[in-house]
């Protein structure tokens, strides 16, 4: 046997005692909300002033240049802290290529070029890896290598 529940018109007897003492005891609960709160929830249910129609409105935006003054891209090469070493346009500061890491292994500093067999998921176009594939696995100098081969990098790829 199969037992049809059919839902009743307006609302349930518990629903309609439960609301009458809800409003019954609103004072009461509004005051602990605030205290809770520390009248924070008396405040939100304030009507709050329309803006001033005169009021200067400051618009900030965000990213590039418009794209009818694009300047002229000035790549530079730059090794960075965490040991990458990328080519960056110097004017918007956006990363251009990703050459490669500066490691440390067996107690030397070598620099190891972007290139599939080095572990690099995105390797270098092929006429800079080319131009700079005698650099890779490289030594460094201890002082001031890093220098030293960003300004290698820089006048092989004619960027000085």
Known sequence: MVEIVSRRDGPRPEDVRLKALIDKNRPTIERIADHLTQGGYSAGKRAKPAPRA???????????LDSGKTPESRPVVRATLNGRVVV?????????????????????????????????????????????????????????????????????????
């Open 54 to 64: 005169n009021e200067k409105t400051i618009v900030h935006v965000l990213g590039g």
């Open 88 to 160: 960056v346009d110097d004017n918007s500061g956006r990363q251009l290529h990703h050459l490669g890491e500066i490691r440390r292994r067996d107690g030397q500093t070598v620099f190891s070029l972007a290139t599939a067999e080095s572990g690099f998921s995105a390797p270098l176009p092929d006429e800079i890896l080319n131009t700079l594939a005698d650099l890779d696995q490289a030594l460094l100098a201890s002082d001031g290598g890093e220098e030293a081969l960003s300004h290698e990098i820089a006048s092989r790829l004619g960027f000085e």
